[in-house]
């Protein structure tokens, strides 16, 4: 904290270097200062409890990937870790590294937006806990100050009959996705749809949720026909920028795709069917 005041902006943490070191070798970062947080060990922590998972700016994709009972306490987590990049990047880069780098194509800033989750950071004031929802900013933006870290992030694991998923399309495995959405929905007891979660990565410049799609689920019975609509109203509410791996239509017809597919087997997983269900 006292390096990153003294040169603010000239300063970069150093965490799985996933991100920034491939920056710095095209040449599109290029700090002064870099400070290598890798042997503050108290950094390197995971843990949930109380219905939590609080992991620490040190703790790996690939710690969290191998962490026992994920599928069961949250397959979306389990769903989208192993999405990221190959097992090499896994092994190095960091969870909180992916928030603070803020790309609208990974796959963790969805989760933090769909899960809830709560950002610690710690600077020359002291500390401060950021919701994920006023967190991202814009594309690699967020509301980190210079001089302020990220020391762990609160996601959490929502309790009852509940089931979620992520589900993405890439042209090759490990690569960023083209489209992926995370859904999380609960249920009642009689079977309609209490609450109902949807993040999107891809569709425009940081990771957002789809209130509005959210919003058509609760109340009703999952059926095709709603996750059709819901698919529908989650491809209006992207704004994707096109690129070399496909036009902005393209990314918006796939993102309907890939969201019908979320809710849906998120839906089945609430009503203990088609893998595992936290509920
Ligand atoms: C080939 C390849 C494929 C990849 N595919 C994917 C993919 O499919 N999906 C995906 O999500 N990611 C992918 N990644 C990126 C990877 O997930 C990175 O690990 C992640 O984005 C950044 O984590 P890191 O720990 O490596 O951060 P770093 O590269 O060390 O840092 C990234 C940025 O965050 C800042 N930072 C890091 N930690 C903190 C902190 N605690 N507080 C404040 N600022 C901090 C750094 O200063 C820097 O600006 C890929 C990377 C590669 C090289």
Not at 56 to 67: I, K, M, P
Not at 84 to 93: E, F, Y
Not at 134 to 141: I, W
Request: hydrophobic fraction near 45%; charged fraction near 25%; proline fraction near 4%.
């Amino acid at each position: 904290v006292a390096v990153l005041a003294e040169y603010g902006e000239e300063a970069k943490i150093l965490a799985g270097g996933q991100s920034l070191v491939p920056l710095m070798a095209l040449r599109v970062a290029a700090p002064e200062v870099i400070i290598d947080i890798n042997r503050v060990r108290s950094l390197d922590s995971l843990g949930s409890e109380r219905g939590r998972i609080r992991i620490g700016a040190l703790t790996r994709h690939r710690a969290v990937e191998q962490l026992a009972g994920l599928a069961d306490d949250c397959p979306m987590i389990a769903d989208a870790v192993g999405l990221i990049g190959h097992v090499a990047i896994r092994n190095r880069g960091t969870v909180v590294g992916s928030l603070a780098h803020s790309d609208p194509a990974a796959e963790w800033p969805a989760l933090a937006l769909a899960l809830d989750a709560e950002i610690t950071a710690v600077g020359p004031a002291g500390t401060r806990r950021i919701a994920a929802e006023s967190f991202f900013e814009t594309y690699l933006t967020n509301t980190l100050a210079d001089d302020e870290f990220a020391t762990h992030v609160d996601l959490v694991l929502p309790q009852g009959r509940v089931g979620s998923s992520f589900v993405e399309l890439a042209r090759r495995h490990g690569d960023f996705a083209i489209a992926g959405v995370g859904a999380l929905i609960r249920l009642s007891d009689a079977g309609t749809v209490e609450e109902a979660r949807i993040a999107v990565i891809g569709g425009g410049s940081t990771a957002l949720r789809a209130p509005k799609a959210e919003g058509l689920m609760v109340g009703h019975a999952p059926s095709a026909d709603l996750f059709d609509e819901v698919a529908q109203a989650v491809h209006d509410s992207v704004n994707p920028q096109g690129d070399i791996q496909g036009s902005a239509e393209y990314r918006r017809a796939i993102t309907r795709v890939v969201a019908r597919r979320a809710v849906a087997k998120a839906s089945k997983r609430a009503n203990g069917e088609g893998g595992k269900s936290n509920g």
